[in-house]
């Protein structure tokens, strides 16, 4: 059998189903907000569901709320993360038990977590009985749907430093030692050492990181809906609320996750730029 | 949801093919009617809230007619509705008796989906209800749950006899206990209600008053920015209530069948009150309907006949708060006292909630 | 000064006692909501519930549809397991195995499910479905769940694969043995723990997956997850949020401290026997 035939053979069942899929449902989101596949009316190729969007004050709310969630959660994630990786670059007592407490909210289901921190910030809840017996607060403080949605915030960075740690461990962990010994010799700095060695090898990691934390932060449905403020939709409620019952707009709800798509996009490539920028940077100064 | 898309790819250019079988079904006489429901043995209720309670309810009525009832969890009335009439083409469908929430009857034909009428043999039919939250039904459906919106209080944080009552008390008591009331502005009717109401105080509308159209909304809207930080927006019916029994408020907007409930079933506490002020809040009710195309139409039907009975509907006002939907019931074990019974208000009109409230939504909540 | 090592054990009991709190206590509160009485509500001003039972537990499990929730999410979750490895492991051999032209693409486009937001996939799959006047709820859900968590499989598994040790397959074949001879001697012992790693991680992404469950299977086909955020949405009640939540994760902690050591056996360094 020729080689390519066979490589095609083996692929088709499972990267051949997937792309399949993705495709479809990828097409499917386009030509829906598009006008085509209108389920309320004639398919018609237009814009016009874009523009009423446009016109929509709910729509741009969402996508700056969206926005900004996640570039502040991947932000923070990286930020918390780095640290922690290079602190437990050289396992110690005690090290493999942080890891392994670091990692493991990567497996609590996003729907527990929300429901976990509602019930520890709730107006008596634990947090704020606490703190009124050790005396910081005289009286409870309204922190649930709180409307800088530092609580979808905190979720996030808590779901999502795993990610970033795993991600971020993996390449510190492939600097040889003797690179960083050798720069050590050089008379290098601990300030010195990581913006010329750390940072710029584990660049991509660290691309990657913010660019996985930030579609995951864009496309958030259950934090924002369990924990996020009443006043804020994300793109992703949005887009079910259109889609749902009370509106069936379909083709609103293409728009929307069109938009959606379009702002992990962006993120993305902003996010990988700027990294490289910055790297760059910090290895002239 | 996903019904949704069904249903309207199944309405273009689809027409229900009539089930003929409802005629002879209605033809029959009561007895025979219960005959053929024992000889079908079993009945699918789309019921969309409390269905762990319903289930249990309906062991009175499994013992008694031997007929077996399945209430599956659905996820909202739309969701159910939708399903319904993605249906409707279908020889046979999944769902034999229906609830409806009774406005859902100004948007639906209810001929188009329901066997009927129903009212006329319905034993107790003279003592129901078809005409329910603006909407008439035709006797196609008959009300089985009559609900209020109310405020619930705390009375250890606010006495009986320091209740707001009029539009202009209300307002001084929210100014004077900011962050007290919450109320939710989706997910459930009762803060929908009272934003309906407020409207209504602010531009002077009585129930009684009918208006050509709907006036300038922008005293109210002037109204909730003013008063942004003396009331709590909340996320649904049920936050509501959770937070208000944790402590959290000390007024909330509520059904008085939902805290009722509730209360019977020890989640919240029992001294919660509820009352309904002079400026009025919604009152209204859900109907059952049989499916035009249930697989267990006679079985469908005396459940209905079942749950409109003035035995079950006293059952429900004691142990669920509702106000009666029979006639011949007693109402007498309800949360809401009589006396505040005159201060119901109905949705839509003067002034409908389906302008009010999302107008509100869009240019105070989440401007 | 303090030395270093010293100050690391400090840093480190402080963040691992911060971090254990931080679990454990809500999970402690879950627990204790989840065995309020009901009959005797927890209200304000109390601070602990008045009364604890099982009670709530029992009523869950006999009159909500837990029950049926549970039944579709561990009936899913083994099928959808099986499934994307039998699909995935060719796919895998490829990646681990083979070197073609276009191979690292392939290995970025393998991972589309996991980069594309879940909701727009949930949403716009449930739109072809109806196009294609597709009804069944839980085969719909299933073929998601195996796309979806596709790549998960595929990227242990080609680990796995690229560890088979090439001699002891050239050796296995000199000797004269069948294909399965070969499969047996040389490929089963490498991939033995990938399989299961990459069978466990779509078990467990399976039983948490909530946007697909949510869009495709309401009204009626709830699963562990949808049910959850019944409880914690429209009909928000605490306490039976709080069983369904513990329900939801302990079984799937068991599961992954099972393949937390599974992935640790699927070290090369254990598998290929060259240290």
Redesign the interface.
């Given at each position: 059998m020729p080689?390519?035939l066979r490589?095609i053979?083996?692929?088709?069942?499972?990267?051949g189903?997937?792309?399949t899929?993705?495709i479809?449902?990828?097409y499917?989101?386009f030509a829906?907000s598009f006008g085509l596949?209108n389920?309320n009316g004639d398919d018609l190729l237009t814009l016009s569901h874009w523009q009423g969007m446009f016109q929509n004050r709910r729509y741009w709310n969402a996508l700056e709320w969206s926005g900004y969630i996640a570039v502040v959660s991947a932000t923070l994630a990286v930020a918390v993360a780095y640290p922690l990786v290079i602190?437990l670059r050289r396992p110690?007592?005690?090290?493999f038990?942080?890891s392994a407490?670091?990692k493991?909210p990567y497996?609590?289901?996003?729907?527990?977590a929300?429901?976990?921190?509602i019930?520890?910030i709730s107006y008596?809840?634990?947090v704020n009985?606490f703190l009124i017996w050790i005396g910081v607060w005289d009286q409870p403080v309204r922190m649930q749907n709180d409307k800088n949605g530092y609580a979808i915030i905190g979720l996030q960075v808590w779901k999502q430093l795993p990610l970033a740690f795993l991600l971020l461990s993996g390449a510190v962990a492939a600097i040889p030692d003797n690179v960083l010994h050798a720069a050590q010799d050089l008379g290098a700095g601990t300030w010195d050492r990581f913006r010329k060695v750390v940072l710029p090898m584990t660049v991509t990691a660290m691309q990657a990181s913010l660019i996985?934390i930030f579609?995951g932060a864009?496309?958030d449905?259950?934090f924002q809906?369990?924990a996020g403020p009443t006043r804020e939709n994300s793109l992703?409620t949005l887009?079910?609320t259109y889609?749902g019952a009370s509106y069936s707009d379909?083709n609103g709800?293409?728009v929307i996750?069109v938009t959606?798509?379009v702002l992990?996009l962006l993120g993305s490539i902003v996010f990988a730029a700027l990294v490289q920028i910055v790297a760059k940077l910090m290895e002239r100064v | 949801?996903?019904?949704k898309?069904?249903m309207?790819?199944a309405l273009l250019g689809l027409t229900s093919s009539a089930v003929l079988a409802d005629d002879v079904l209605l033809s029959m006489s009561w007895e025979d009617i219960v005959a053929q429901a024992k000889e079908e043995g079993s009945v699918t209720w789309y019921q969309?809230?409390f269905?762990?309670?319903f289930?249990?309810v309906v062991e009175a009525f499994e013992a008694e007619y031997g007929i077996e009832v399945s209430i599956?969890?659905?996820?909202?009335v739309d969701?159910?509705i939708?399903?319904m009439m993605a249906e409707q083409d279908l020889e046979t469908g999944?769902i034999d008796l229906m609830s409806f929430n009774g406005s859902s009857g100004l948007r639906l034909t209810p001929s188009d989906l329901l066997t009927g009428p129903i009212q006329p043999i319905l034993p107790e039919g003279e003592s129901l209800e078809t005409f329910v939250e603006g909407a008439d039904w035709e006797e196609y459906a008959v009300q089985f749950w009559g609900n209020q919106t109310c405020l619930a209080y705390d009375p250890d944080r606010l006495s009986a006899d320091d209740l707001p009552d009029t539009f202009v008390e209300f307002e001084a008591w929210i100014a004077e206990n900011p962050g007290q009331l919450g109320f939710n502005f989706e997910?459930?009717g009762s803060g929908p209600s009272l934003i309906h109401n407020i409207a209504r105080g602010i531009l002077g509308v009585a129930q009684a008053d009918t208006l050509a159209e709907t006036p300038d909304l922008q005293p109210v809207y002037d109204w909730f920015i003013e008063n942004e930080d003396n009331y709590i927006l909340t996320?649904?019916?049920?936050?509501s209530?959770?937070r208000f029994?944790?402590?959290?408020f000390i007024m909330i907007a509520t059904w008085e069948d939902f805290i009722a409930g509730n209360?019977n079933?020890?989640?919240?506490?029992?001294r919660f009150e509820c009352y309904v002020p002079e400026f009025g809040l919604n009152g209204g009710g859900n109907v059952v309907g049989v499916a035009k195309n249930a697989a267990n139409p006679a079985a469908a039907l005396v459940l209905a006949s079942w749950l409109t009975s003035a035995e079950t509907q006293t059952m429900f006002n004691t142990d669920f708060g509702t106000s009666t939907a029979n006639g011949q019931a007693d109402s007498s074990a309800a949360l809401v006292p009589d006396e505040d019974r005159a201060n119901k208000t109905v949705w839509g009109d003067p002034l409908p909630d389906t302008d009010v409230v999302p107008a509100v939504i869009e240019n105070v909540f989440q401007r | 000064m303090m030395s270093l090592?010293r100050l690391?054990?400090i840093?480190?009991?402080c963040?691992?006692t911060t971090?254990?709190l931080w679990?454990v206590?809500?999970?402690a509160?879950?627990l204790m909501?989840s065995m309020v009485?009901?009959?005797?509500?927890w209200?304000?001003?109390d601070?602990l519930p008045p009364a604890l039972s099982f009670e709530r537990w029992r009523?869950m499990w006999e009159?909500?549809?837990l029950k049926?929730a549970m039944f579709n999410s561990y009936s899913l979750a083994p099928v959808a397991g099986m499934i994307a490895i039998?699909?995935?492991?060719?796919?895998?051999?490829?990646f681990g195995r083979?070197t073609?032209p276009g191979k690292g693409i392939?290995q970025i486009?393998?991972l589309?499910?996991?980069?594309?937001?879940?909701?727009?996939?949930a949403?716009?799959?449930?739109?072809?479905?109806?196009?294609l006047?597709f009804?069944s709820?839980y085969f719909a859900i299933l073929?998601g769940h195996?796309?979806l968590f596709?790549?998960y499989a595929?990227r242990i598994l080609s680990v796995s694969f690229s560890q088979v040790n090439n001699e002891v397959v050239n050796a296995a074949r000199d000797l004269g043995a069948s294909p399965f001879g070969v499969f047996r001697a040389a490929y089963w012992p490498a991939i033995k723990p990938g399989l299961f790693a990459a069978y466990l991680i779509v078990f467990?992404l399976s039983i948490?997956e909530?946007?697909l469950a949510f869009?495709?299977g309401?009204?009626?086909f709830?699963t562990v997850?949808t049910?959850?955020?019944?409880y914690?949405?429209?009909?928000?009640?605490?306490?039976n949020?709080?069983v369904v939540?513990i329900v939801?994760?302990v079984p799937?902690?068991l599961l992954?401290i099972v393949l937390e050591r599974l992935m640790q056996s699927a070290n090369p360094a254990n598998v290929s026997g060259k240290g």
């Open positions: 080689n390519g490589i053979l083996l692929l088709t069942p499972g990267l189903l997937v792309m899929l993705m479809w449902v990828l499917r989101a829906q596949y389920f602190w110690f007592k005690g090290s038990l942080l407490l670091i493991a497996f609590v289901p996003g729907l527990v929300a429901f976990l921190l019930n520890v008596h809840g634990f009985e996985l579609i864009a496309g449905f259950t809906a369990v992703a887009m079910v889609q379909w709800a293409a996750g959606l798509m992990s | 949801m996903l019904r898309l069904i309207s790819t969309w809230y269905e762990p309670e289930r249990v599956p969890d659905v996820s909202s969701d159910a939708n399903k999944d997910n459930g996320a649904s019916n049920a936050d209530l959770s029994n944790s402590g959290e209360i079933r020890g989640e919240v506490s029992d | 090592p690391n054990t840093l480190a009991t963040l691992i971090l254990v679990i206590i809500p999970f509160m879950a909501w009485d009901p009959g005797t509500s209200s304000y001003p601070i009523i009159t909500s549809s049926t039998i699909l995935g492991a060719p796919t895998a051999y490829a083979l073609f392939a486009l393998m589309t499910p996991i980069v594309l937001p879940g909701f727009v996939t949403v716009f799959f449930a739109s072809i479905l109806v196009s006047g009804h709820r073929l195996v796309v596709m790549p595929v467990i948490e909530f946007a869009v495709i309401s009204p009626t709830t997850p049910i959850l955020y019944s914690l949405g429209y009909d928000f009640i605490r306490p949020a709080a939540a939801l994760v799937n902690v992954l």
